[in-house]
């Protein structure tokens, strides 16, 4: 997901559904390493909350695998087209909920905010950090994904193919550039670098890790340990 209120107000429901319904090869090997590198992370006790979650594309194929599943979307559209998505699915639960709403204390093993999340959720990332800290279990773990500036040429190709399907703007050329693509109708599409990435897990004070998957994702991965207090994030130092 890559925009604030355009997520909520215009690309919903079933026309999020077409965005990943992708006829390029290389989107499609993103998107499910993306999902099998976190999968490879869980255990079967496992309680999971991902953070962004649409109509629950991710949560329905890492349901076999954990105890439990919660997502949280600020789109009331998309959670209703993703209950129905996920009818059937006993261990997977959808919320309507603004992220920075998010207000969870100690709950869960596992949290996911990827396929860019930091970026796309709009508003301070280290707060987002910080919120999604607070719902993390001792010993539990952040997964935060974005782009790998090597998967930029599919990037591009991937947001003309959804302009093209008119969900989303005609896209800018002389504006895209420098991992920022930029539709004529206001859209933007930012993304973290591996160095923003690593300022972040540097200000948490917490074990992090950074690994390139696949040649298309970045994941930064911290671990909440029990003798490191969580500090209050207001800015990435």
Same mark, same amino acid.
């Given at each position: 997901m890559e925009s604030?209120?355009?997520? @909520? @107000?215009?690309?919903n429901s079933f026309r999020l559904v077409e965005v990943y319904n992708t006829k390029i090869k290389r989107?499609?090997?993103?998107?499910?390493?993306?999902? @099998?590198?976190?999968?490879?992370? #869980?255990?079967?006790d496992d309680e999971l909350?991902?953070?962004?979650?649409?109509?629950?594309?991710?949560l329905k194929e890492l349901a076999p695998y954990v105890k439990s599943l919660s997502g949280i979307d600020i789109s009331q559209e998309t959670i209703e087209y993703g209950r129905s998505y996920l009818k059937g699915l006993n261990n997977v639960s959808l919320e309507l909920m603004d992220a920075y709403s998010m207000n969870y204390q100690e709950r869960f093993d596992l949290i996911l905010c990827l396929q860019n999340g930091l970026s796309a959720i709009k508003g301070n990332p280290m707060l987002l950090v910080e919120r999604a800290l607070q719902a993390t279990r001792t010993g539990g773990r952040v997964f935060?994904? #974005?782009?790998?500036?090597?998967?930029?040429e599919e990037r591009v190709k991937w947001f003309i193919e959804q302009s093209e399907k008119g969900l989303i703007g005609?896209?800018?050329? $002389?504006? $895209?550039?420098?991992g920022v693509i930029r539709c @004529?109708?206001?859209?933007?599409?930012?993304? %973290? #670098?591996?160095?923003? %990435?690593?300022r972040i897990g540097r200000s948490t004070g917490l074990r992090y890790s950074l690994e390139e998957v696949d040649g298309s994702s970045l994941f930064l991965t911290i671990t909440k340990r029990e003798e490191t207090p969580l500090k209050k994030l207001s800015r990435i130092d």
């Open positions: 604030g209120n355009y997520y @909520e @107000e215009s690309l989107i499609k090997q993103y998107l499910k390493n993306e999902i @099998e590198y976190v999968r490879s992370k #869980t255990k079967r909350l991902e953070i962004g979650a649409g109509y629950g594309r991710i935060f994904s #974005t782009y790998s500036p090597k998967i930029w005609k896209i800018d050329p $002389t504006m $895209t550039k420098d @004529e109708d206001g859209f933007e599409a930012t993304t %973290l #670098t591996e160095q923003d %990435l690593r």
